[in-house]
């Protein structure tokens, strides 16, 4: 499986992005994909993720403000992000992982495939 996560760029505080995550290769439908990010001089950290089943859960930092989506007929998971922070910049990251189980879904070590990152930034 091969990521490409794009959509991210620079707004201001208050207002809304997002994302995408394309997929190729086969069985997408039955992957878990997460979104992570990562600023700078931080570890990455969790944000959103969704199961084959559509099951999601998010980080306490974006719940509420950040809604994760998938369309599997065009390979493809979302982030849409309202309400932007600037503690909300870094550098986002999809990932997807198979047979992922719901107690390991927020670690990125779970997850097999990563994409390129898409820089995201908020401005005051």
């Known amino acids: 499986v091969q990521l490409q996560a794009f959509g991210g760029g620079l707004v201001q505080a208050g207002g809304s992005l997002r994302l995408s995550c394309a997929a190729s290769?086969?069985?997408?439908?039955?992957?878990?994909v997460g979104w992570f990010r990562q600023a700078s001089g931080k570890e990455r950290e969790f944000v959103a993720t969704?199961?084959?089943?559509?099951?999601?859960a998010y980080s306490e930092s974006v719940k509420g403000r950040f809604t994760i989506s998938r369309d599997n007929a065009k390979n493809t998971v979302y982030l849409q992000m309202n309400s932007l922070k600037p503690e909300d910049t870094a550098v986002y990251y999809c990932a997807a992982g198979n047979g992922i189980i719901m107690s390991s879904m927020t670690r990125a070590g779970a997850y097999n495939y990563w994409g390129q990152g898409t820089q995201v930034t908020v401005s005051s």
């Open positions: 290769g086969r069985s997408f439908s039955t992957y878990t």
């Open positions: 969704i199961r084959y089943n559509r099951n999601t």
